[in-house]
């Protein structure tokens, strides 16, 4: 008999750690999915933002303008890697620049001397983090706003401004 109570009782053995490393391995994966949503994020900001300046006669400015910002932040999956997005829009509430060179601070010009509303994404990036507690590495990809020392963009308009590229830290 090619079947021996030596062999049967063998692939028992194998069957039964396959499945608990089978059982670990889901379990593993539904944690670290539960990681990446529930470690998720979602912040709405509502911006306005009012600027005068009394300038030498046909140097006066007034600029108001408002915005509205949505910020997704996911978890890590797999406690790995993971997204972020911002959005946002800004609308003229009221700007009186049509006499001047430059136009308005907040809000782009269109060829008639107006106000053009903007929206769109200030930030899309992959984000991925590896190591321990001794030693991490973390990486980003994408557009993104960054404050560094040595650079940052600039955070003075209604809606951020970003660069492209990859960032590194250890």
């Given amino acids: 008999i090619p079947w021996s109570g030596y062999t049967i009782m063998k692939m028992l053995k194998k069957s039964a750690l396959s499945v608990a490393v089978a059982a670990a391995l889901g379990a593993t994966a539904a944690q670290a999915d539960n990681s990446f949503v529930d470690d998720s994020s979602l912040s709405v900001t509502?911006?306005?933002y009012?600027?005068?300046s009394d300038e030498a006669g046909a140097n006066a400015r007034e600029d108001w303008v408002h915005a509205l910002v949505a910020d997704y932040k996911s978890g890590y999956y797999a406690d790995i890697i993971g997204f972020d997005i911002q959005a946002?829009?800004?609308y003229d509430i009221n700007t009186k620049t049509e006499d001047l060179a430059w136009g308005p601070s907040n809000l782009p010009t269109g060829e008639s001397g107006k106000t053009n509303d903007i929206?769109?994404?200030?930030?899309?990036?992959l984000k991925a983090k590896f190591g321990d507690d001794d030693l991490n590495l973390h990486a980003?990809?994408?557009v993104k706003k960054r404050g560094l020392e040595t650079y940052g963009d600039s955070g003075s308009r209604i809606l951020n401004s970003s660069s492209y590229g990859v960032d590194l830290a250890a």
């Fill in 88 to 90: 946002g829009a800004a």
């Fill in 50 to 52: 009012y600027w005068e």
């Fill in 140 to 142: 980003n990809y994408g």
């Fill in 46 to 48: 509502y911006k306005n």
């Fill in 119 to 125: 929206a769109g994404f200030q930030q899309a990036y």
